[in-house]
């Protein structure tokens, strides 16, 4: 499946809800026997932090692989233990920094949660997270994170 879906361009995606550390070695090894197929990351990898989560380095380790894309997503998912859920989020601003300078800007995408957003801080919000959460986009990577960068992976998916 995973060899057809990359023969398709198909992207496959990995939502790693109960930790990214019981996948990451299966993950690496099909993205290095399917180099061909893209993968993309939901929810920052499910990675609560960028310093108390052990798995956020076996995120950033998949920028090793040029088909791997990560979804910012779910922002009100990915908190550290015992920091309030208070849009906008501010601990996932050194995150989405991190991904950006790691992954590059191409390979970062935006994503909403939605419906289970509504019940957080509502679609509107959401759609500013990049903007508010504090990681310092530039226009260029607002671009390409907030649509230019799925318009590519899913081309003539947009009309």
């Given at each position: 499946?995973f060899?057809?879906a ?19 070695e ?9 180099p ?43 908190l ?46 959401a759609a ?32």
């Open positions: 499946m060899r057809l990359g023969a398709r361009g198909a992207p496959v995606g990995f939502m790693c809800f109960h930790g990214l550390h019981l996948h990451v299966d993950i690496r090894a099909l993205c290095t026997e399917f061909d197929t893209p993968v993309l990351m939901d929810h920052f990898g499910f990675c609560k932090g960028v310093e108390d989560d052990t798995n956020w380095p076996a995120l950033l380790s998949l920028a090793q692989f040029p088909q791997v894309t990560v979804k910012a997503s779910a922002q009100f998912r990915v550290p233990s015992g920091v309030a859920s208070e849009w906008p989020y501010p601990t996932t601003g050194p995150q989405l920094r991190q991904l950006l300078d790691t992954f590059g800007t191409r390979r970062v995408v935006w994503g909403s949660d939605f419906p289970y957003v509504s019940e957080q801080c509502g679609y509107e919000r500013v997270i990049v903007d508010a959460c504090g990681a310092g986009l530039s226009p260029e990577e607002r671009a390409a994170v907030m649509g230019g960068n799925l318009s590519a992976m899913f081309p003539g998916g947009w009309y």
